[in-house]
């Protein structure tokens, strides 16, 4: 089945600038040359420490960052082809749950009027049916749809409200795809819980697509069909969940698996422990090579001289690792950790 939506070796670069001179021609290479796809019903993460690329990336195909090169195709269209016409059909497709609600909110705006705004200017309901669908919406997130709950603005809503809210905004122009950037980061482990099982719940009734961007694992695990490690811009390892939580290939996502917590002692005591050095290189200056050799513990002169083919492990499991098939016996070789247990 052809997926949903195509990213071909995607670029976003920015203009580094101190605001005075234009003189200055370096570029933050936010993404740089990332190759994705999102099937129908399909939960897609994006994995990765702060910096990465992975708000970028997801900005980029909701429509709200220009791409410096590549193509993103949304049912085999590209975006850069659309005309005038399809660019509002595409929007509608494609929606945005940002980290922040709050902040993702008019101030001035009631939660009615958050909620009614797209669907006037979407026209999915005529006028006199507005305030039926937008009850409907409120009900449909698990929002009171009481008359003064209606009238509140962002600042009389809990973080729970206000990211249901958000989620009932997006929803409300029935789209096939929602980018959600750290949609639960901000929020208390209870309420996490209740806004991934309502996710969980509109992906099961609409066949709603995620490009689900988090950097907490039990989350990703627990959500996620796929996923998509980055790593300063490029990818580093992706395939189905389970296979890459049990079966790792890559060094960077070893060292992401090891900072996680296990609610088990006994195996947290025998878990390797991996703990990267040195800071995340600058996007705009990467190292040549492999992205992530100067923080790998088994690297070696050819990391820094080519960059590393990807290698498959089935099932569209994959690594860009020039020792991904011998991660194993790597990793064992080192002499500073302690005995072994793989997430799991």
Not at 28 to 54: F, N, P, Q, R
Not at 76 to 105: C, H, I, N
Not at 209 to 225: E, G, K, M, N, T
Request: charged share 25%.
């Amino acid at each position: 089945m052809k997926p949903l939506l195509e990213v071909d070796d995607l670029q976003v670069f920015f203009p580094v600038s101190d605001g005075w001179s234009t003189r200055d021609k370096r570029t933050v290479k936010a993404v740089d040359g990332i190759s994705l796809a999102l099937g129908e019903g399909e939960v897609l993460a994006l994995v990765g420490e702060s910096g990465c690329g992975k708000t970028t990336l997801g900005r980029a195909v909701a429509g709200l960052t220009r791409p410096t090169g590549g193509e993103i195709r949304f049912r085999g269209q590209a975006l850069d082809r659309l005309t005038a016409e399809d660019r509002p059909v595409y929007r509608r497709q494609v929606q945005m749950v940002f980290q922040d609600p709050y902040d993702s909110m008019n101030p001035l705006k009631t939660a009615f009027q958050m909620i009614s705004q797209p669907l006037l200017i979407n026209r999915v309901v005529p006028r006199d049916e507005l305030e039926t669908e937008v009850l409907r919406l409120f009900d449909k997130v698990g929002l009171s749809p009481g008359p003064s709950y209606l009238n509140r603005s962002r600042h009389q809503l809990s973080g729970g409200e206000r990211q249901r809210l958000s989620i009932a905004r997006s929803i409300s122009v029935s789209p096939s795809i929602i980018v959600a950037d750290e949609p639960v980061s901000a929020l208390d482990i209870s309420i996490q819980g209740q806004i991934l099982a309502l996710m969980r719940e509109l992906q099961d009734a609409s066949r709603i697509s995620y490009l689900f961007i988090s950097h907490d694992l039990a989350v990703v695990r627990s959500l996620a069909d796929r996923v998509m490690i980055v790593y300063l811009g490029r990818v580093a390892e992706e395939g189905p969940t389970e296979a890459v939580f049990n079966a790792p290939k890559h060094p960077y996502t070893l060292a992401l698996l090891a900072a996680h917590p296990i609610p088990d002692p006994e195996r947290s005591r025998k878990r390797r422990r991996l703990v990267l050095t040195g800071d995340v290189p600058s996007p705009i200056d990467p190292p040549s090579g492999c992205r992530f050799h100067t923080r790998c513990p088994i690297a070696e002169p050819i990391c820094s001289q080519a960059p590393p083919p990807f290698l498959a492990f089935g099932d569209g499991h994959r690594a860009a690792c020039h020792f991904a098939d011998r991660i194993e016996s790597r990793m064992e070789a080192l002499s500073t950790v302690a005995p072994t247990a793989r997430p799991g």
